[in-house]
């Protein structure tokens, strides 16, 4: 059986209504080194992190500038007007392949 999943890139290209807040923080995350990484604690504040991995995502010392809280504060406030859906949506981001 082949792997079907498709990657993280071809999943970020494609049309975004669901959760365009949380997918700009995450791509904004990637330029973040773990300690500076804001879509960590985003995981880890939505659940997420928690119900996968059984631990925190976010290292014990993180370090977060005003862009790195703006796009966290974005991405939070689109969840709590839809959680449901915006959950679903970094469940399908963290399935991709090279996530």
Not at 49 to 63: C, I, L, R, Y
Request: with cysteine.
């Amino acid at each position: 059986m082949t792997d079907t999943r498709i990657t993280v890139w071809d999943f970020l290209e494609q049309k975004n209504e669901i959760a365009p807040m949380a997918q700009d923080l995450y791509s904004w995350g990637l330029n973040c080194d773990r300690e500076g990484n804001p879509f960590l604690m985003f995981l880890q504040i939505i659940g997420w992190a928690e119900e996968h991995t059984g631990s925190t995502m976010v290292p014990d010392e993180w370090d977060y500038g005003f862009m790195e809280i703006q796009h966290l504060s974005d991405a939070l406030c689109e969840f709590v007007k839809n959680p449901e859906s915006v959950y679903a949506w970094v469940e399908r981001l963290m399935e991709t392949e090279g996530v």
